[in-house]
């Protein structure tokens, strides 16, 4: 609770507001957008932090309404999510820069066509990894020896595209893998949805006594095994 007072002391008191935002008419007015820039800096930042904001977010309310053993349950799962949003997200950019870099190689190569001199464009593009590897043997190469780095960087191209949608495909087979677990982490919610169709009390039972917060636990460990088997499963298959 401490730490949501804080974070809704700081955007109440953010400074740069403007007047009319102050009047007394707009003083409850809650900032959607402030709140969403500001949760979005929280898990953009580092790992550790989009974690422990994620946890906090899910965990203090649960904890409020269910208990610890719900609060345990709330924070878990939102840690989970979040790592897995950032995994993703990460792969996005990953990819994105890719084909940044790539686009870059093709328009050096244009330009080594059209005639100018290498020494005038080798500074110009700057890629991470084995392109940029192989992008300054190149160099060395053509000033060494006078290959024409034109027909070399556009091998490196096409070798970098065919390997790209080589790793496309192989991801989009694998991704079967990780929408399997997840569905599988889910299916507990089916169980607990059963019980109280047949008049049972699962949720009272998992919350709020000795042998449900020890399956809590099990059920817990278990799922977070599964979900990183299946991410490693995916991850080997992609590389």
Do not use: N
Request: hydrophobic letters at 50%; charged letters at 20%.
């Amino acid at each position: 609770m401490a730490v949501l007072l804080i974070g809704a002391a700081v955007l109440v008191a953010r400074p740069g507001e403007q007047a009319r935002d102050r009047l007394p008419g707009r003083r409850g007015r809650i900032d959607v957008g402030g709140l969403r820039r500001t949760v979005a800096g929280l898990l953009d930042g580092p790992e550790w932090r989009s974690a422990l904001t994620a946890a906090v977010l899910a965990g203090v309310p649960a904890g409020l309404s269910g208990g610890p053993v719900a609060a345990i349950v709330a924070a878990v799962y939102a840690l989970l999510a979040a790592r897995e949003w950032r995994r993703r997200s990460g792969r996005r950019r990953a990819a994105e820069q890719r084909a940044a870099h790539l686009d870059d190689l093709t328009s050096l190569v244009a330009d080594l066509r059209a005639g100018i001199p290498p020494a005038a464009v080798a500074a110009s593009p700057t890629a991470p990894g084995r392109i940029g590897q192989l992008t300054d043997a190149v160099w060395r190469l053509a000033e060494r020896t006078g290959a024409p780095a034109a027909d070399l960087l556009e091998r490196i191209e096409s070798d970098a595209r065919a390997a790209e949608r080589s790793a496309k495909t192989a991801h989009a087979h694998a991704s079967g893998t990780q929408t399997t677990a997840i569905l599988l982490a889910a299916l507990p919610l089916a169980g607990i949805a059963l019980g109280h169709a047949i008049g049972a009390d699962p949720v009272g039972v998992l919350l709020h006594t000795p042998l449900g917060a020890v399956c809590v636990a099990v059920a817990l460990v278990l799922q977070f095994a599964g979900l990183k088997w299946a991410q490693r499963l995916t991850e080997g298959a992609t590389r």
